[in-house]
């Protein structure tokens, strides 16, 4: 009788577990942060966290170098995925790209890897929130109008708020629009095709340039 009365509570709370995981299954079927396989990562010169930057082909990323003085002008963030490494970074739209691709779309393939000087922060915990708090932009359009919200987000925007919002480190100061170099033609031709003549000089930035110059990070990868 003990058996029975103690078989039941153990069958239940079974059946309970294997439905939750069903549901989740459901709700989440192709969650990209997620799945069963775990392995080590094939390499170890890269950290779950690190953040990666190249210099971009585009009349755009062209700008973006001059208007922010830097050779950078795309950059995401490197996580391991069941043992795989990818690049979270926000292009149209924004995605979990593999690794070995990401570098091949930069120019020359270069890039450059940084990561925290004190990276013993980035705990097992804090980076499942990082990738936690990543899913909500994952498919998301691309900004092109740098604008600071969430509905839609730009590359240095998406590492800036992952590190501030889930692991609570500002890796810098924000700056305006009208704090950068706009007055080359290159980038008045940009910033005419975004605005007109309505130009949002005090909208909240950040810019590549502005994460690699991070007193909080240290170069661990420069392949320039």
Not at 43 to 49: A, F, L, M, P
Not at 80 to 109: C, M, S, Y
Not at 163 to 171: D, P, S, T
Request: hydrophobic share 35%.
């Amino acid at each position: 009788m003990k058996k029975r009365k103690y078989l039941f509570p153990v069958i239940t709370f079974i059946i309970s577990f294997a439905c939750a995981l069903f549901v989740a299954t459901k709700m989440f079927p192709n969650n990209p942060f997620t799945g069963t396989k775990q392995e080590k990562a094939t390499t170890s010169k890269y950290k779950d966290g690190d953040i990666i930057f190249q210099t971009s082909e585009s009349k755009q990323c062209e700008a973006v170098r001059i208007a922010t003085n830097s050779k950078f002008s795309h950059c995401g963030i490197i996580y391991d995925i069941n043992g795989k490494w990818f690049v979270f970074e926000a292009v149209q739209p924004v995605k979990l790209t593999p690794l070995e691709d990401w570098i091949k779309h930069g120019r020359d393939h270069k890039y450059v890897v940084k990561r925290l000087k004190d990276d013993t922060v980035l705990k097992p915990e804090v980076l499942q929130k990082m990738k936690d708090y990543s899913q909500q932009f994952d498919g998301k359009d691309y900004d092109a109008y740098f604008e600071w919200t969430d509905n839609r987000i730009y590359c240095s925007e998406l590492i800036w708020k992952i590190y501030k919002n889930a692991a609570g480190i500002e890796l810098s100061k924000l700056r305006e629009l009208k704090d950068f170099n706009l007055k080359d033609p290159r980038v008045q031709k940009i910033l005419k095709e975004r605005y007109g003549n309505d130009v949002p000089l005090q909208e909240k930035v950040v810019a590549p340039s502005d994460l690699s110059d991070s007193n909080l990070l240290k170069t661990v990868i420069d392949t320039y």
